[in-house]
């Protein structure tokens, strides 16, 4: 009811108001501009439920403070208050969970026939991206994006397709965050595959992260978004597909210099080559 009375425009204007309560505006999915209005709408409800709460509190301590020794009314086993306030947090309970349900049914839904698929795959500590001819573990890999020590791996994709996410990891658990997207999901090793599908609205370039504390180097594992229009993604596929590399492939969609490697987020400054942080002999812990 309250989704209902507070239509998707007030939403956005009171969300944005107050920073999204502590979500990213702008996501680039139809899931999450439904998931933010959710969102929203939870936050206002929690509010307009605590400041009725506070001011009761404080209308009581006012209005009931101790004035003299006579013992107050008493109003214990009082039926008709018993009942509203257990029928009350039910309901309220109720009907969060009814729009949460509504929505995250809609965020988990599979079509019959995605447009494409792209594979997950995530390993300590970084990230493999596995074009595929066809949804399911038996398709074919026709082109693969990959991140090193060195280089962001870059994740590109078309706007307005179906496109179905496949996760697999090679050893333990990471997790596929995209902020933007306001959506996370684990990426299991083994045989259990974590598939999801969005679609995509919003060209630009988006920092991806890993979202489970995996090792050592967790911290370094992220990789980029890059959402481009479907005409510019056929063309960087088929350029991989032939054989380039993933930064030459930007290139004949158009970027040139640093723009055909991760621009949201920089390789992170690291002494994993045979430096300790602690040990006396190492010229950078002793400041040399
Ligand atoms: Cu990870």
Not at 226 to 254: H, R
């Amino acid at each position: 009811m309250l989704l209902a009375l507070l239509s998707g425009c007030s939403l956005n204007g009171i969300g944005s108001a107050f920073g999204g309560f502590g979500w990213p505006e702008g996501g680039i999915t139809p899931q999450a501009h439904k998931m933010y209005d959710l969102w929203i709408a939870s936050v206002i409800a929690a509010l307009v439920v605590g400041f009725f709460v506070w001011g009761l509190i404080f209308w009581c301590m006012v209005r009931y403070r101790k004035r003299g020794d006579k013992l107050p009314v008493q109003t214990r086993f009082n039926m008709p208050l018993e009942i509203l306030y257990t029928v009350t947090p039910v309901l309220i309970v109720a009907v969060l969970f009814y729009y949460t349900a509504i929505v995250q049914t809609d965020v988990d839904k599979l079509s019959a026939k995605p447009d494409m698929t792209v594979e997950v795959v995530g390993f300590k500590w970084n990230w493999q991206f596995n074009y595929r001819d066809a949804p399911g573990p038996e398709a074919k890999t026709v082109a693969s994006t990959l991140g090193s020590s060195d280089v962001i791996p870059l994740l590109v994709l078309p706007t307005g397709k179906k496109i179905r996410f496949e996760e697999t990891s090679k050893d333990v658990i990471h997790s596929f965050w995209v902020p933007e997207m306001l959506f996370k999901r684990d990426v299991f090793p083994g045989n259990v595959r974590n598939v999801f599908e969005v679609t995509l609205d919003k060209e630009g370039r988006y920092v991806g992260r890993c979202a489970e504390l995996c090792g050592t180097y967790h911290a370094f594992m992220q990789f980029e978004l890059v959402v481009v229009s479907p005409e510019k993604y056929e063309k960087f596929l088929a350029a991989k597909v032939a054989g380039a590399t993933t930064p030459d492939a930007m290139g004949v969609i158009g970027y040139t210099g640093d723009e055909r490697f991760a621009v949201k987020t920089v390789p992170m400054d690291t002494r994993r080559q045979g430096r300790s942080w602690n040990h006396e002999d190492d010229p950078v812990a002793a400041g040399k």
